[in-house]
T-cell receptor, first 116, second 113 residues
Framework: GAVVSQHPSWVICKSGTSVKIECRSL??????MFWYRQFPKQSLMLMAT?????????EQGVEKDKFLINHASLTLSTLTVTSAHPEDSSFYIC????????????FGDGTRLSIL | RKEVEQDPGPFNVPEGATVAFNCTYS??????FFWYRQDCRKEPKLLMS???SGNEDGRFTAQLNRASQYISLLIRDSKLSDSATYLC??????????????FGTGTKLQVIP
C-alpha cells in the first residue's frame, strides 16, 4: 500500500527554536498533502492544505507566518514551526492524497513536538 | 452545525458483540467517504472506503446513505484488538478546486473481555 514517511518522529527543543518537519510520499506522487495537529484526547485538526507548486491554504485561526509550509515536489512537503513556544507542543501529522479522484488519505507516523 | 458529526462514545462492548457507529455530514456535495482507525497516540490508519452500494471487509461493513447524509460502520464479532477510536472522514472535491477533507471527532470503542 501507499507509504508516507514523516520525519522526525520526536523533537524536544527550547522555546524560540524553529522546527522543520518533513513529509514524503515514498511510492506515489502526491499533488496534495495535508498537515494536522492533534492535542491530547482531541481529534485531528486540519492546519493547512499543501499543494505542489503553489501556496498552502491555511485553515482559519492557523498563522501562516508561524507555520511555514513548502511543497516543492510531488513527493515532499515540509512544515516549519517558527520560533516555537510551549503552546506549540503537540502531535503533528501529515497525510498525502494519491493522484486521481476520491482517493483516501495516507498518513505519516506523526511528529511529537515538545517545546521546553 | 459541524460538517461531520460522530457520537464520541465511549462504546463499551463485550467481546463477540456487534457494534455500529454512525456519522452524519452536512454538505450534500460530499463525494467520498472513509473510515479510519486511530489507536491511542498513533496516526490514523485507513480502515475502509465507503461506497454507495455498501461494502464489506471481513467483520467490517460500511454503508452510505446519501439521502439522509450519513455513513455507518458495523463491526461484527468484536475483538479486544478492535478497541480504538474510529474516525469518519468526508471529502469534498469542488470542480476546479482543491479537495477539502473533514474529519469527525471520532468514536471511541472499548471491547471488554
Amino acid at each position: 500500500g501507499a507509504v508516507v514517511s514523516q520525519h522526525p518522529s520526536w523533537v524536544i527543543c527550547k522555546s524560540g527554536t524553529s522546527v522543520k518537519i518533513e513529509c514524503r510520499s515514498l511510492d506515489f506522487q502526491a499533488t496534495t498533502m495535508f498537515w494536522y495537529r492533534q492535542f491530547p484526547k482531541q481529534s485531528l485538526m486540519l492546519m493547512a492544505t499543501s499543494n505542489e507548486g503553489s501556496k498552502a491554504t491555511y485553515e482559519q485561526g492557523v498563522e501562516k507566518d508561524k507555520f511555514l509550509i513548502n511543497h516543492a515536489s510531488l513527493t515532499l512537503s515540509t512544515l516549519t514551526v517558527t520560533s516555537a513556544h510551549p503552546e506549540d507542543s503537540s502531535f503533528y501529522i501529515c497525510s498525502a492524497e494519491g493522484q486521481g479522484t476520491n482517493q483516501p488519505q495516507h498518513f505519516g507516523d506523526g511528529t511529537r513536538l515538545s517545546i521546553l | 452545525r459541524k460538517e461531520v458529526e460522530q457520537d464520541p462514545g465511549p462504546f463499551n462492548v463485550p467481546e463477540g458483540a456487534t457494534v455500529a457507529f454512525n456519522c452524519t455530514y452536512s454538505n450534500s456535495a460530499s463525494q467520498s467517504f472513509f473510515w479510519y482507525r486511530q489507536d491511542c497516540r498513533k496516526e490514523p490508519k485507513l480502515l475502509m472506503s465507503v461506497y454507495s452500494s455498501g461494502n464489506e471487509d471481513g467483520r467490517f461493513t460500511a454503508q452510505l446513505n446519501r439521502a439522509s447524509q450519513y455513513i455507518s460502520l458495523l463491526i461484527r464479532d468484536s475483538k479486544l484488538s478492535d478497541s480504538a477510536t474510529y474516525l469518519c472522514v468526508v471529502n469534498i472535491a469542488p470542480p476546479g478546486g482543491y479537495q477539502k477533507v473533514t474529519f469527525g471527532t471520532g468514536t471511541k470503542l472499548q471491547v471488554i473481555p
